[in-house]
């Protein structure tokens, strides 16, 4: 071949190759949660086809990824080629993708394929299955909560026993999935001993109920004990990182408490894609494995609620989308509340033995904001100042701390409590001082004591002292970076701050000792702890 000829192909080659970038990187980001995203982004927007040539361009690449065979079988589905996307399934599934994400919910997209060869298969191997969960939730000292996803809607029994091979069982309860409800089930399993270990089965469609995993129940409320929870944020779906889930469930944490950014929609308008992020998340074998057996305790944040940043202002009804974003993420945990009949979201309380969870919802209600062109007009109170919670919320934990008789009262909140965590930006509580100030003056007017700040955001975990003058200080406990690929940079001014891996809180409560104490952990991916700081209650008081 002659030096001119080979010019020509090296050429041909670089433009084949610029061109089928062009392609990838209409969908493609540096972080993979967001890949698919943007692929599905294409097919709702009506450009199937162009989700079809990115998405094939993609798997040139990447030929065994399971998620764009997925993605490719969606935008198939919608163009009405029903058998290249059956073929595009099968793909998927050649490549470990789980059953459960083609047959399970009902915004998948992929109904249409209800007449496949495929697609009835999967039903009948998987039908009388849970596609998604089990999930435990609301343990307490008695009894504890199964959350469950069904292929179709289905009758479900969940049946308790001291035995690993659920003979003599001691407990049970039926219920039956709802399409209303995304094919998904609560149940309630009540009756059971108080502080004792136990197994449980599930069965559906008159299956035999099989052994789906185990619990703890708790002391009774007020009650002293030792409690091990493990706590974080930012959990975008990567598949690298999904065996975070695996070293959590090392840990043996009691709970687990997730405080937002954990599933990363961010299409407050778009149901199939607020779908579509939950079900890839619940499918996920760690994830369902760790769930199966830790009670799971959760609240958002923006990018689970709206988009990044956001703040719509305190209407209950606008945008017209904040009811419906709730309704799916209602669907898909097993809190034990959402707000209230007046004021919906998803702050709640809870109480295990004598420590006290009040969990809060910095979204739904957050006013707008915009910076102040002077500082010195943020030390002056404001008659209207801007509020994250909203007005009922707000008169809600005020009363819950006022009524609180707990050891230890455990503030969870989406964003950190400390004004320095994230520079001058106004989306922490440093863009709410004047509410933030207001909680913390009622704490020290009702001598409220034991309180731990508990937080999510930030992509490191750190541990902040914020310090009061008259007033014993209160420490904060922030982690957001379970399974993120981004990442923020350290901070100096806070007592640790980490962030050379993915990370969790592991936070370790004993109250039966004369003076009771918190210990918080920092574990990494890997399972290597490397921060860890204890707390005794007698320096959580007024003086």
């Known amino acids: 071949m002659s030096k001119y000829k080979s010019a020509l192909l090296i050429l ?10 062009a392609l990838q990187v209409k969908i493609k980001n540096r972080q993979y949660k967001r890949t698919h995203q943007a692929a599905l982004a294409l097919v709702t927007g009506k450009k199937a086809a162009e989700a079809v040539r990115s998405l094939k ?35 998927a599934l050649d490549s470990e993708l789980p059953p459960g994400r083609i047959i399970g919910g009902t915004r998948t997209g992929l109904e249409v394929l209800a007449e496949t060869k495929i697609y009835k298969k999967l039903l009948t191997d998987h039908g009388n299955t849970a596609v998604h969960g089990p999930m435990l939730g609301c343990i307490s000292h008695d009894g ?15 049946i308790v026993s ?10 049970g309860v039926k219920g039956r999935s709802k399409k209303t409800e995304d094919f998904t089930a609560v149940l309630q399993v009540s009756g059971l001993e108080k502080n004792r270990p136990y197994h449980y089965g599930l069965g559906i469609n008159g299956e035999k109920p099989e052994r789906a995993g185990t619990f703890r129940t708790i002391q009774p409320p007020g009650n002293g004990l030792a409690l091990r929870l493990a706590f974080g944020g930012g959990a975008g779906y990567t598949p690298q990182h999904e065996r975070m889930w695996n070293t959590i469930s090392d840990s043996k944490p009691d709970i687990l408490l997730l405080l937002g950014d954990n599933i990363y929609s961010d299409a407050p308008q778009s149901p199939e894609m607020q779908h579509y992020c939950y079900y890839r998340r619940q499918s996920r074998p760690e994830f369902r494995k760790l769930t199966a057996s830790t009670p799971v305790y959760t609240i958002w944040d923006d990018h689970d609620f709206g988009v990044n940043d956001c703040a719509y202002g305190p209407k209950i009804d606008s945008p017209a989308w904040k009811k419906p974003v ?9 809190n034990p509340g959402y707000g209230t009949d007046k004021a919906p979201g998803c702050y709640y309380d809870f109480q295990l033995g004598d420590i006290h969870f009040i969990m809060l919802d910095g979204r739904f209600y957050r006013d707008k904001q915009t910076k102040k062109k002077k500082k010195e007009k943020e ?6 100042a801007p509020s994250m919670l909203g007005k009922q919320q707000k008169k809600w934990l005020l009363k819950t701390l006022r009524d609180s008789k707990a050891t230890f009262r455990v503030l969870c909140s989406p964003v950190p409590w400390v004004f320095e965590a994230k520079g001058d930006s106004l989306d922490t509580w440093n863009g709410f001082k004047q509410e933030r100030n207001e909680i913390f003056a009622f704490l020290e007017k009702e001598k409220i004591e ?6 999510a955001d930030r992509h490191r975990s750190d541990l902040w002292k914020i310090k009061r003058e008259g007033a014993y200080p209160l420490w904060e406990f922030n982690s957001s970076r379970l ?18 891996k993915q990370s969790f809180g592991l936070v370790s409560f004993d109250t039966t000792l004369d003076d009771a104490a918190v210990t918080y952990a920092v574990r990494n991916i890997d399972g290597k702890e490397v921060f860890s700081k204890t707390l005794k209650r007698s320096t959580l008081v007024h003086k």
Request: charged letters at 25%; zero cysteines.
């Open 144 to 158: 504890v909560k199964v959350w469950v996803r069904t292929a179709r809607e289905a009758d479900i029994e969940v």
């Open 326 to 334: 709730w309704k799916v993420f209602s669907n898909n945990w097993v």
């Open 379 to 384: 030390a002056k109170p404001e008659k209207n």
């Open 162 to 171: 001291e035995k690993s091979d659920l003979s003599d069982p001691v407990g």
């Open 57 to 91: 361009a993609l798997l040139e690449k990447t030929p065994k990824d399971a998620e764009t065979y997925y993605m490719l079988a969606v935008a198939q589905a919608k163009l009405g080629k029903l058998e290249n996307a059956a073929e595009a399934l099968q793909g």
């Open 12 to 21: 041909a080659l670089a433009l084949l190759s610029t061109f089928v970038y």
């Open 450 to 455: 034991g309180v731990i700040l508990m937080s």
């Open 483 to 500: 399974t993120n690929i981004h990442v923020h940079s350290t901070m100096k001014a806070a007592e640790f701050s980490y962030n050379a």
